[in-house]
């Protein structure tokens, strides 16, 4: 395979990647704050995250913020020396890795209140159905699967969008992709 047709099969990749991300805001409606009796631990156990997807916090910068923090650092509530800080009041965190992550609020005695997530990326196979026997090769599945989106995760805004628009990505996917290898044969 040349030059040409790796860079299309890679563009290809992404494209199907990003139409199957989840953005999830932190507490829902409710958003990131110390008030309302707010059960980080209940919301994030009632989702499913992977890499790929995005975890937005919202919430009034004059009085929260941020931290991405270590489990020692979550279990004590100690914001003293943060992985990474926040503060905009309207944060976007990229998941680009398997496991947990650990987000507190670093203003004091607002993790002790409970202002405190953690985010567990499970790896593929905790999280992937089985397979039922169809008589389908995995290629012919997985083209499948890809042009019909699992459903949306509870509170996640989804960016897959409607069989319909999937589709459409798949098509323009595969066209973009049969231009590459005609042009560069």
């Given amino acids: 395979m040349g030059f040409p047709k ?3 099969v890679v563009v290809v990749a992404a494209l199907l990647q990003l139409s199957y991300a989840a953005v999830y805001k932190v507490g829902d409606s409710g958003g990131w704050t110390s008030i309302g009796n707010l059960d980080y631990k209940q919301w994030a156990a009632t989702k499913t995250f992977h890499v790929g997807d995005v975890i937005r916090f919202e919430y009034n910068a004059q009085f929260h913020n941020v931290m991405r923090v270590t489990h020692i650092m979550y279990k004590a509530c100690n914001a ?5 800080t ?3 009041g309207s944060d976007t965190i990229n ?5 947990h992550h650990y987000f507190i609020c670093g203003v004091p005695g607002h993790c002790q209140a409970g202002q ?7 790896r593929e196979s905790e999280t992937s159905p089985t397979p039922s026997p169809s008589g389908l090769s995995a290629a012919s599945a997985s083209v499948r699967l890809a042009g019909a989106p699992a459903p949306s995760p509870s509170g996640a805004i989804s960016l897959k969008g409607s069989s319909k628009g999937s589709l459409t990505k798949l098509c323009l996917a595969m066209a973009a992709f049969a231009i590459f290898v005609s042009v560069f044969p």
């Fill in 80 to 84: 003293s020396a943060a992985l990474a």
């Fill in 116 to 122: 405190k997530v953690d985010i567990n990326v499970l």
């Fill in 86 to 88: 926040y503060t905009t």
């Fill in 95 to 99: 998941i680009t890795t398997k496991g």
């Fill in 6 to 8: 790796t860079v299309a």
